[in-house]
Structure formats: C-alpha cells, structure tokens
T-cell receptor
Framework: EAGVTQSPTHLIKTRGQQATLRCSPISGHTSVYWYQQALGLGLQFLLWYDEGEERNRGNFPPRFSGRQFPNYSSELNVNALELEDSALYLC??????????????FGDGTRLSIL | DQQVKQNSPSLSVQEGRISILNCDYTNSMFDYFLWYKKYPAEGPTFLISISSIKDKNEDGRFTVFLNKSAKHLSLHIVPSQPGDSAVYFCAAPPYSGAGSYQLTFGKGTKLSVIP
C-alpha cells in the first residue's frame, strides 16, 4: 500500500512569490492535514480537509490556503511568501475524521526555502 | 501557549539500556496521546498511542505510561537499539468531544543510542 506522497520534495522561491505544495493521501483516507515545521519549532497545525471541505485551520494568516480535490488529494498554497515561511511542510492523512485509534500517517514533506 | 511540552531536547543512551522520553501537557481535556518517531529527511512515523482510560500501553519494546493527575506521559524503549536513534514527538488531538482532530505536537526529543 502506497503511503502519503508529497511533491515537490524541495521548493525554492523568493519573497513575494507564491508556492503550491501537493499531497496524495493513502488510498481510502478522506482526511488530509497540513503541518508546518519551522526550524527549532515542533509541528504546527495548518489546515484540515475532509470530504472536500476545510474543517479547521490553525493560527496562520489567510495567505495560507488550500483545497481538497474529489480524489481526496490536496494542495497547500502560500501567497506573498515571506522569509519566515521557510520550513518543512508535512501532509498527513487518516481514515474517517481521525477518530481516536486512527492515527495520522505522514508523508516525507516538502522543504520550502525562501530566498 | 505550549499545550504539549517535551522539556528534554536530547537524550543519549547506551545500546541495550532503557530509554525514557518524557512529555507533559497542560490541557486537562486531552484524552488521547500519540508518539511519533522521525528520522532525518522522512516524515514522522506513528509509534504507539494511549487513551486516558488506560495508564499503560505496550507494543513490543515500546511502552507508554500515562499519569493523568500529573499530566505526564513517558515512552520507554527497552532494550534501546541504534536504529531507535531519531527524534520522538509526543502529540495529542483535541478532546474527544471537540469535533476536530488536528494534532498538537511537542517540540521533540532527539534520542541517540550509542553502540
């Protein structure tokens, strides 16, 4: 069974540009979560999508947005990139709505570097 | 407000000995906890979880203990192996009635198992 896949592996942008990160969940998983891991910090929750709808978002500005497609894959868009957006972006998926006993499974992340 | 805290950034243990990783939480509503392991350049991998109705959960060499009164949990690895060298994250979803499932992570503890 294929795991969570993320693309690209690395992404280099400059300030003010826009970045698009992609995630394909494990087959059968309908929930997709996005997390940011900046240097020196733990994983910070960004966005949660389930059945095509945004269910919850973390404490991030509106220039962080995304969507979930009918096949449950997801995109994270970051507009007006700032230096502080340099981080590892991790996508996770789970079956159902992440009921307890259904742990989230993570991809290997996209390393976003802002120059 | 850091609701999940891992106060030891790093831990070194001899191969064959016990590794004990600690985690404290402040939100008394948390009722489910997970441990993830992360190797460099890979996403976090689910290791073990515990529900607040238990005080111990065991899976092979890994045991998680939960002390609800102290709001403290610990992960024990016995015996420790060099392949266990990784960063370990403690995580918790909102309480079971919250209707949301994103995880709150600690900052992680880097475990080094010395051969």
């Amino acid at each position: 069974e294929a795991g969570v896949t993320q693309s690209p592996t690395h992404l280099i942008k400059t300030r003010g540009q826009q970045a698009t990160l992609r995630c394909s969940p494990i087959s059968g998983h309908t929930s997709v979560y996005w997390y940011q891991q900046a240097l020196g910090l733990g994983l910070q929750f960004l966005l949660w999508y389930d059945e095509g709808e945004e269910r919850n978002r973390g404490n991030f500005p509106p220039r962080f947005s995304g969507r979930q497609f009918p096949n449950y894959s997801s995109e994270l868009n970051v507009n007006a990139l700032e230096l502080e957006d340099s981080a590892l972006y991790l996508c996770a998926s789970s079956s159902g709505q992440g009921q307890f006993g259904q742990p989230q499974h993570f991809g290997d992340g996209t390393r976003l570097s802002i120059l | 407000d850091q609701q999940v805290k891992q106060n030891s950034p790093s831990l070194s243990v001899q191969e064959g000995r016990i590794s004990i990783l600690n985690c404290d939480y402040t939100n008394s509503m948390f009722d489910y906890f997970l441990w993830y392991k992360k190797y460099p350049a890979e996403g976090p991998t689910f290791l073990i979880s515990i529900s607040s109705i238990k005080d111990k959960n065991e899976d092979g060499r890994f045991t998680v203990f939960l002390n609800k009164s102290a709001k403290h949990l610990s992960l024990h690895i016995v015996p420790s192996q060099p392949g266990d060298s990784a960063v370990y994250f403690c995580a918790a979803p909102p309480y079971s009635g919250a209707g949301s499932y994103q995880l709150t992570f600690g900052k992680g503890t880097k475990l080094s198992v010395i051969p």
